[in-house]
T-cell receptor, first 114, second 108 residues
Framework: EPEVTQTPSHQVTQMGQEVILRCVPI?????FYWYRQILGQKVEFLVS????????KSEIFDDQFSVERPDGSNFTLKIRSTKLEDSAMYFC????????????FGSGTRLTVV | KQEVTQIPAALSVPEGENLVLNCSFT??????LQWFRQDPGKGLTSLLL?????REQTSGRLNASLDKSSGRSTLYIAASQPGDSATYLC???????FGQGTTLQVKP
């Protein structure tokens, strides 16, 4: 069964450092997403990406965040200058154009900012 | 702005019981609705997708229904097992807005 792959599974970084979270969506999917879940809280939408551009973003997705699809397979989330409150589980998801099977999520990257 | 609420927040049942988890949403223009399972510290596993034109979906012991007019979805779990213990999340499209989840514990 096709999977969304995320790396690394756990990242520890110092406050103020830049981090890049990586995702490989399912190969024939066209819509890509990042979500985050702070410990004990809801899963929150960050950004959606289609046709090489951002289609929607939430209030959380400020200038510190950026996304990129650098090649035909990877989808990345960059946080420029991490803050303590960026500590969370970050999930990548993808779906096909007709959403026949809904969203498929990766297993997440646990980001810890110290 | 779409808001999704799940009731109850937590549920503890003995093994073998049938149970219903509830999900309500504020915007009836919801497109699809998807139910997920999340084990502690893990990712989201898709359980059922109810597309906009559908009213319910079934997979094994799970049945999910969608009533857009009332802004409700339910997840029915038949003959619950200890392995069903997890947090169950519902989410409505577009851009999947999640509820806070129902944490289920099934006691052997």
């Amino acid at each position: 069964e096709p999977e969304v792959t995320q790396t690394p599974s756990h990242q520890v970084t110092q406050m103020g450092q830049e981090v890049i979270l990586r995702c490989v969506p399912i190969s024939n999917h066209l819509y890509f997403y990042w979500y985050r879940q702070i410990l004990g809280q809801k899963v929150e939408f960050l950004v959606s990406f289609y046709n090489n551009e951002i289609s929607e973003k939430s209030e959380i997705f400020d200038d510190q965040f950026s996304v990129e699809r650098p090649d035909g397979s990877n989808f990345t989330l960059k946080i420029r200058s991490t803050k303590l409150e960026d500590s969370a589980m970050y999930f990548c998801a993808s779906r096909d154009s007709d959403s026949l099977y809904g969203y498929t999520f990766g297993s997440g990257t646990r980001l810890t900012v110290v | 702005k779409q808001e999704v609420t799940q009731i109850p927040a937590a549920l503890s049942v003995p093994e073998g019981e049938n149970l219903v988890l509830n999900c309500s949403f504020t915007d009836s223009a919801i497109y699809n609705l998807q139910w997920f399972r999340q084990d502690p510290g893990k990712g989201l596993t898709s359980l059922l997708l109810i597309q906009s034109s559908q009213r319910e979906q079934t997979s094994g012991r799970l049945n999910a229904s969608l009533d857009k007019s009332s802004g409700r979805s339910t997840l029915y779990i038949a003959a619950s097992q200890p392995g069903d213990s997890a947090t169950y999340l519902c989410a409505g499209e577009a851009e999947l807005i999640f509820g806070q989840g129902t944490t289920l514990q099934v006691k052997p």
